[in-house]
């Protein structure tokens, strides 16, 4: 990062709170997670694919034909329990 100094620098990485991190792992241990990720699915045919934002999503939707779903980030259930 060329416009932070190297001592500032730690104050860019985003740390989870002990609070949250506890929350997410009682969660996971639930069969749950968070999904940081924008979801968007055919709600015909069941694709989806994921945006890091809205606007990147919203792009992908353009000219798109069906019925499309929007999820914001949120809860999921976990992979390994399905």
């Not at 500032?8 to 740390?15: A, D, Q, T, W």
């Not at 940081?36 to 999503?57: C, K, M, P, Q, T």
Request: aromatic fraction near 8%; hydrophobic fraction near 30%.
């Amino acid at each position: 990062m060329p416009d932070c100094s190297p001592e500032k620098e730690h104050l860019l990485i985003k740390k989870k709170s002990k609070l949250r991190q506890e929350v997410e792992d009682l969660l996971e241990q639930k069969g749950l997670v968070m999904e940081r990720r924008i979801s968007v699915i055919n709600l015909d045919s069941g694709e989806a694919h994921y945006f890091e934002d809205y606007a990147a999503s919203m792009e992908f939707l353009k000219g798109k034909k069906g019925r499309w779903y929007i999820t914001t980030p949120g809860l999921r259930h976990s992979r390994k329990d399905r």
